[in-house]
């Protein structure tokens, strides 16, 4: 079974304090992915990785960073926690799927990391 | 307007009943879709691929209207353990690549 693994389940943070938010897959999945969750706004996409080194912005990349140095670990961050930034974040990995290649759609997530910040 | 939309729900279904729900979409050059299942606190999992003749797994069927550019999903005979939250998932090629979208979801809670 693909194993999709954050460092935190739960954080409190204060306001103005750097985040690091881990994630490792140990399926060698080329794609891995950072989402936050919030009720009535549903999963929304941070930052993707394709490769190593690869990051490419999703829907709502400012106040976030990311970092893929080697393929199984994915981290967030962020640079300045804020209050607006108090959510459920999600990591997910799967697959690359080329053009023309059926695609599973299939992501294997992480169990979430909930960051309050004071 | 949203990429993808939902009715959030919450549908109250007595156990054995039929429970039925959309989700539409705006872009029309969307490729896949897919329903996901998220039990409270949680993570989601794949429930099943959308495919465009409809298809069936046990007692889930799902459904692909192109032309409404909606899709849905039937859940039969539901059991307790049905009670979840269902998210919708389109998928599309854009510059960066292949990009899923979900919808808000859809909570179920079946009663006794």
């Not at chain 1, 304090?17 to 969750?37: A, G, I, P, S, T």
């Not at chain 1, 300045?80 to 108090?86: G, V």
């Not at chain 2, 269902?86 to 809670?109: D, H, I, M, P, Q």
Request: with cysteine; proline share 3%; glycine share 8%.
């Amino acid at each position: 079974d693909v194993k999709v693994t954050q460092s935190s389940r739960y954080l409190v943070k204060r306001t103005g304090e750097k985040v690091f938010l881990e994630c490792v897959q140990d399926m060698d999945h080329e794609n891995m992915f950072w989402y936050r969750q919030d009720p009535g706004l549903g999963l929304r996409l941070i930052y993707f990785s394709y490769d190593v080194k690869m990051k490419e912005k999703g829907d709502i990349p400012e106040g976030y960073s990311v970092s893929r140095e080697k393929k199984e670990r994915f981290s967030l961050i962020l640079e300045s926690a804020s209050t607006n930034q108090t959510s459920m974040y999600l990591c997910a990995s799967r697959l690359s799927t080329l053009r023309g290649q059926g695609d599973t759609g299939e992501l294997f997530f992480g169990e979430g990391s909930r960051l309050t910040v004071l | 307007r949203k990429e993808v939309e939902q009715d959030p729900g919450p549908f109250n279904v007595p156990e054995g009943a039929t429970v039925a729900f959309n989700c539409t979409y705006s872009n029309s050059a969307s490729q896949s879709f897919f329903w996901y299942r998220q039990d409270c606190r949680k993570e989601p999992k794949l429930l099943m691929s959308v495919y465009s003749s409809g298809n069936e797994d046990g007692r889930f069927t799902a459904q692909l209207n192109r032309a409404s550019q909606y899709i849905s999903l039937l859940i039969r005979d539901s059991k307790l353990s049905d009670s979840a939250t269902y998210l919708c998932v389109v998928s599309e090629w854009g510059a960066a690549g292949n990009k899923l979208t979900f919808g808000g979801g859809t909570r179920v809670l079946v009663k006794p």
